[in-house]
């Protein structure tokens, strides 16, 4: 069972779990705080020890924006960018034709008209990324959709702000977040399950975790991993 609780302007997602102990995490990109608590344990409880973290949750919200802010992309060349988990190594060649993208062993050819600004390469880049994510994912749906026993209508690639993916069980469609062109191939997989799995049960509860654990045993390293890097753009309730 995943409730909220509001502390002035910071929203905490609080999730009763059979644990012995509270666990309180702030969440890259948009710090969103999630607190694990033991089933028995009261709001009122988990308030007071909420306000007790105050000042450590708005100290991990502050370093993850600075973090943020630490990479700003200029798209120079040698700048890192990652793709499917690799980095490569970015070399722009200026000539007058169309712009693509190009992978040779650790670089990043970016191909682009000369003068464009750091803006239209970024734009050029995210609509490759999009196309990667998009040639990558209806296999990975043909694989599980007989596993998980669903059918995905429509699956969409797009910018998200908050979240890895997202799924709308009524109309059956997924969402996922360009980024994870970005992460090892794992990764998407994991996010794509998840949001398959939601067909089946739409809310974090204990069902759904079961049904997680079931089908992909190894998905809360998946989810570390999301969560860990700095390129991350990763908010689960659970
Ligand atoms: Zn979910």
């Not at 702030?26 to 308030?47: E, F, K, N």
């Not at 980095?87 to 007058?96: D, F, S, T």
């Not at 399950?193 to 654990?213: A, G, K």
């Amino acid at each position: 069972m995943t409730t909220q609780i509001r502390l002035g302007e910071i929203a905490i997602d609080v999730v009763k779990k059979d644990i012995k102990n509270i666990h309180l995490s702030v969440y890259p990109p948009a710090g969103r705080v999630c607190i694990s608590v033991p089933q028995r344990m009261d709001l009122d409880t988990i308030r007071v020890f909420a306000i007790s973290k105050l000042g450590w949750i708005k100290k991990q919200q502050q370093k993850l924006q600075e973090q943020e802010r630490e990479f700003p992309r200029e798209y120079l060349d040698r700048e890192s960018h990652y793709v499917w988990g690799k980095r490569y190594l970015l070399k722009i060649v200026e000539k007058g034709a169309v712009p693509y993208v190009t992978l040779k062993h650790n670089k990043m050819v970016l191909r682009i008209r000369p003068d464009m600004s750091a803006e239209q390469k970024q734009i050029v880049l995210a609509e490759w990324y999009r196309e990667k994510l998009k040639e990558a994912v209806p296999p990975l749906i043909n694989k599980w959709e007989p596993l998980i026993g669903v059918k995905v209508h429509k699956f969409f690639v797009q910018r998200m702000k908050t979240k890895w993916g997202s799924c709308n069980s009524q109309a059956r469609n997924i969402r996922l977040n360009t980024e994870l062109a970005k992460k090892p191939p794992a990764c998407l997989e994991y996010v794509l399950v998840h949001e398959m799995v939601h067909l089946l049960e739409p809310t974090h509860n204990s069902r759904f975790i079961t049904l997680m654990d079931q089908f992909m045993a190894s998905w809360r390293n998946h989810r570390e991993e999301l969560n860990r890097s700095p390129l991350g753009h990763e908010e689960w309730a659970e």
